[in-house]
Nanobody, 116 residues
Framework: QVQIVESGGGLVQPGGSLRLSCTAS??????????MGWYRRAPGKQRELVAT??????TRYEEFVQGRFIISGDNAKTLYLQMNNLRPEDTAVYSC?????????WGQGTQVTVSS
């Protein structure tokens, strides 16, 4: 089975930055991976998509993080989410997900709290 572990969350002031990491037990940038992305879930809200990246490096961002967040990865087993100019409304549990052979795999998530 594919194992995924997120890290890098924490408490940051508004306007600050954090870099999240997603480490998988399989190689990510390969034809076998059909989806890679970051989601977040704020208290009392549904999980929402933040950003995606293809196995060729094509990236997409939701409007609420456009220009502030950057999704990237290496050709091994790690996916990143660089978060800049953080806002209180960015507070959520951030989860990394991948799709391999039609099956979705998720990590436990990492807490990001933006507060003064």
């Amino acid at each position: 089975q594919v194992q995924i572990v997120e890290s890098g969350g924490g408490l940051v002031q508004p306007g600050g930055s954090l870099r999240l990491s997603c480490t998988a037990s399989v190689t990510l940038f390969s034809p076998f991976i059909t989806f890679m992305g970051w989601y977040r879930r704020a208290p009392g809200k549904q999980r929402e998509l933040v950003a995606t990246i293809s196995n060729r490096g094509t990236t997409r961002y939701e409007e609420f993080v456009q220009g502030r967040f950057i999704i990237s990865g290496d050709n091994a087993k790690t996916l990143y989410l660089q978060m800049n100019n953080l806002r209180p409304e960015d507070t959520a549990v951030y989860s990394c997900g991948i799709q391999r052979f039609g099956t979705d795999y998720w990590g436990q998530g990492t807490q990001v709290t933006v507060s003064s």
